[in-house]
């Protein structure tokens, strides 16, 4: 029912996103059904729409809210099915079903060590990421790894992914459909997991994993629990690298967030 109803919103939120933000008659036209015949009186051909409203048409046909609803079912059980990293890396490497897989160059998974303790979740990939088919490798990747460095941490003590597996074209924000596709996967992703720590970069990530559409300035530095498929795992959302990038100042909160984490991994035993 909850999964329904969250799958309307995203549809209804997608729909606004692609600018169809009003309603212009209260019963839904099909859009599929033969058209009727022109009436007698007025024989001449339909006039065509121009191409640009031919294209504005287009962009805000959305998809059926059934086929949405298939599309999140169907990533949903490929990503249960899978019972590894690599299954599951495998899995995402063949499902077409999400847009952006038709305009990316690489699938962009994870990097690190999942064993690590701690898991760490940015966005989604950026142009650097997508050639590589690595996460954070560019400009803010630079910045991450020096902030882990800071607290003793490198690619081979951390694990590092996105909740979007391929580029958004331009770099834009992924769509609520395009998060909903990858959801399941992100899901099982941490499942596989199992992080001790998870650290979540930047409003995406934390709107995402802690459902929430609080601003990162109100999350971060402050611990939330994941509880999701039985788990309940320690989770600090923080900056991301990107904003710190234009942002120098709040690197200072971003900073004490690190040190957090730092702390309570070592308040574990084993990591
Ligand atoms: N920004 C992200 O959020 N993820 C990346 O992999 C690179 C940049």
Redo the contacts with the bound molecule.
């Keep these: 029912m909850t999964d329904d109803r969250d799958l309307a919103l995203a549809l209804l939120r997608w729909q606004v996103e692609m600018g169809a933000d009003e309603a212009i008659g209260d019963v839904s036209v099909n859009r599929l059904a033969a058209p009727p015949p022109p009436p007698a009186a007025l024989p001449e051909a339909p006039r065509q729409p121009s191409a640009p409203a031919r294209g504005a048409a287009q962009a805000s046909q959305a998809l059926p809210l059934e086929a949405v609803q298939e599309s999140v079912s169907t990533a949903r059980r490929i990503a249960q099915g899978c019972t590894s990293l690599d299954e599951l890396r495998e899995a995402l490497s063949s499902f077409d079903l999400c847009p952006l897989r038709a305009t990316a160059t690489n699938l962009?998974f994870a990097d690190g060590n999942p064993d690590a303790g701690l898991m760490l979740i940015?966005?989604?990939?950026?142009a650097d990421?997508d050639r590589q088919g690595l996460?954070?490798v560019?400009a803010?990747?630079k910045l991450l790894d020096r902030m882990l460095a800071a607290i003793g941490r490198d690619r081979t003590t951390a694990y590092i992914t996105?909740t979007i597996f391929w580029r958004p074209p331009g770099n834009r924000t992924p769509t609520q459909l395009e998060s909903a596709l990858c959801m399941p996967f992100l899901e099982r992703h941490i499942e596989l997991v199992r992080p001790k720590v998870l650290l979540l970069?930047?409003k995406q990530a934390a709107g995402v994993v802690l459902e929430t559409a609080d601003a990162i300035t109100r999350l971060r530095g402050k611990w939330k629990t994941y509880t999701k498929s039985g788990l309940d795992v320690p989770v600090m959302p923080t900056y991301?690298p990107?904003y710190l990038l234009r942002h120098a100042p709040a690197k200072r909160e971003a900073w004490r967030d690190f040190l957090d984490v730092k702390n309570r991994l070592a308040s574990m035993s084993g990591v």
């Design positions: 962009v940015g966005e989604a990939p950026g990421e996460p954070f560019g803010s990747g996105n970069v930047g991301h990107a």
